[in-house]
């Protein structure tokens, strides 16, 4: 994705020095047919398949490999990347690599969700964090924060709640344990950033500016914007748009604003943040909810209401990437219950070119691991060089207006 041009100019009218982003290009290990490859590694959506094509995926529940016409698969997934012999593709030599905008470029889609695998560190004795697409670290705020009060996590039917309240050291912390370790890491780091105004955000991106390490923001703008009487960046088109922008011309790093889905219609949100300068947007942020405790005598969470995440929230999830991937022009990354290899399907599928395992990492570290793997087995078995062809192939074929309307939310 090519990024605008933008002018940075001080108060006098003077423009400013160019800065030097300090993103790590990422060679991939090989580079597929330009056909295939560059719509991947571009994140861009390619264009979408007609049914019997290449890259066209049928309803659900048809073959996906006889309706390509390739015949059955004789390899299968597995750690090693076995030979898909019948499609005449080894998995090892499949170009998973995405670039999602201004030289964030990852070897593979498949990053982690932040708030679930800490500052990557926390896993490098059970996981090869080498081979992970991303890690996005724990929200990080200007101050410390001490977070909210317990009870702070339930599990729920098919996920749970989590209301940690942004714990962390605080930025300089941060860069001060962490950032000398990214620095020698080959995988990206990029920060998930969160404020309680505008200020907070720009200047915890100031700081991280120019950090060797650090390869890229992601903006949590689901927090209150105190100056607004608490109310949500991420809820308010202005306010998204606001931040976004205010970020933008802050730093030269790749800017991702991740969604929230607790709104009517993210749609138009989602536009005024791409319009106001982010290179690339992550959805979605987990939903409101709560629970109550045993005997029912008020909230089980010490600060009432907590964020939805895991299986039960893929269905949204999904309505809301297909939803934008019609709207907006840069890359999206899926993040909402992803458990399986058909799970990162749907989503490529709706339109998202990488996504974030999030929650259940809880229960399987190697998760991340084993599904960059079953990805490259899936698309050797489909004879794809480069798993761009299965981006997008359930959206809409035809340009016209999105197809889902607000008023089709009402019961």
Known sequence: MKAKKRVMTTSAG????????TVRKIKPAWVGPSSVSSATTSGKRPTTTRPGEVGADPARGMDPIAALGIGDVAGSASPDGLRASRAGIDAGMVDLSVDLGRGLVLENPVMVASGTFGYGVEYGEVVDVERLGAICCKGTTL???????????????AGMLNSIGLQNPGVDAVIERYAGLWAGWRVPVIVNVAGESIDDYVAVVRRLESVPGVAGVELNISCPNVGKGGLQFAIDRDAAAAVTRAVRAATDLPLIVKLSPNVADVRPIAQAVADAGADAL??????????????RTGPFLGNTYGGLSGPAIKPVALRIVYEVAQVVDIPIVAIGGITCLDDVLDYLAAGAVAVQVGTA???????????VDDLRAECASRGLAAYGALVGTAL???????VSKGAEYRP
């Open 396 to 402: 809409p074929q035809r340009p016209g207006p999105p």
């Open 282 to 295: 992550s959805a979605i942020n987990t939903l409101s909810g709560m629970a109550l405790r045993a005997d």
């Open 14 to 21: 003077v423009p400013t020095p160019k800065r030097t982003p």
């Open 143 to 157: 101050r410390p924060r001490q977070g909210n009060r317990p009870p702070r996590v339930t599990e729920t039917p």
């Open 361 to 371: 990492i809880f229960a399987d570290p190697t998760l991340p691991i084993r599904l």
